[in-house]
């Protein structure tokens, strides 16, 4: 565990609007909102202390699935940066948080995504922010052990 008393940069948390999402994405696509709705989750319920988790993030190793790791970032303060996010290429997306010796797993929700045409990313764009109102529930579900 860091000790930083008397740092007054340290754990902070920003909610992060859509727009907020999308600037740092490129774009607003559902793995992006979805990482973040989780990282957030964790956050509010299993460890607010981003230098005392990690999360080994299962999933195909490329957009968009891999999307999901960019928002995971923004809600959870995990970052690659500080080499605490651990990418796994896999066929089921999920999410292992890991913080003093207790675990959570987060599983999204399936969703279909649209049909690749003219207009996929208005599509993908009207998803996600549909999906960054709905409750926790109806995006993922979490187990701790």
Do not use: W
């Amino acid at each position: 565990m860091h000790d930083h008393q008397g740092c007054k940069y340290m754990h902070l948390r920003k909610e992060c609007s859509i727009e907020d999402l999308a600037a740092f994405h490129g774009h607003l696509g559902p793995y992006i909102v979805l990482g973040y709705r989780i990282g957030r989750y964790v956050r509010d319920t299993f460890c607010d202390d981003p230098f005392r988790m990690s999360v080994r993030v299962y999933c195909s190793g490329a957009p968009p699935q891999s999307c999901i790791i960019d928002g995971i970032q923004l809600g959870s303060g995990c970052t690659l940066g500080k080499r605490n996010i651990e990418i796994i290429e896999s066929d089921e997306l999920r999410c292992e948080f890991t913080a003093d010796d207790r675990n959570v797993t987060v599983v999204p929700a399936p969703f279909t995504p649209p049909e690749r045409d003219a207009d996929y990313e208005l599509h993908i764009e009207r998803i996600a922010e549909a999906m960054y109102g709905l409750p926790d529930a109806d995006l993922f579900s979490a187990s701790v052990t």
